[in-house]
Nanobody
Framework: QVQLVESGGGLVQAGGSLRLSCAAS????????MGWYRQSPGKQRELVASVTRGAITNYADSVTGRFTISRDNTKNTVYLEMNNLKPEDTGIYFC????????????????WGQGTQVTVSS
């Protein structure tokens, strides 16, 4: 019903930058919060940043000041601008969206993307 497709991951040296994108498609009435999570080797998936439909943002302490989350509601897309990357930022980055479907406007469903790999070399 809903697909989230991430792009923009890759290999970058420490201090470099990457920009991730996540586009949602399907029978979407509205998307509430959207967020980026990452899973690093040997660790649990953790929230990196989130943004409400009204553009209120929240960041993990480890990325505050270096990452910026934004969204385009007209395109059902969320972005993550990552600057001054560190080796500890390495991991698989997953997009998440809190979605209201056109066919079921009384309910909200959480959807995940397939993940995009970010590798930061020292």
């Amino acid at each position: 019903q809903v697909q989230l497709v991430e792009s923009g991951g890759g290999l970058v040296q420490a201090g470099g930058s990457l920009r991730l994108s996540c586009a949602a498609s399907g029978i979407i009435l509205r998307i509430n919060a959207m967020g980026w999570y990452r899973q690093s080797p040997g660790k649990q998936r953790e929230l990196v940043a989130s943004v409400t439909r009204g553009a209120i943002t929240n960041y993990a302490d480890s990325v505050t000041g270096r990452f910026t989350i934004s969204r385009d509601n007209t395109k059902n897309t969320v972005y993550l601008e990552m600057n001054n990357l560190k080796p500890e930022d390495t991991g698989i980055y997953f997009c998440n969206a809190d979605v209201v479907l056109s066919s079921q406007p009384s309910y909200r469903y959480g959807y995940w993307g397939q993940g995009t790999q970010v590798t930061v070399s020292s």
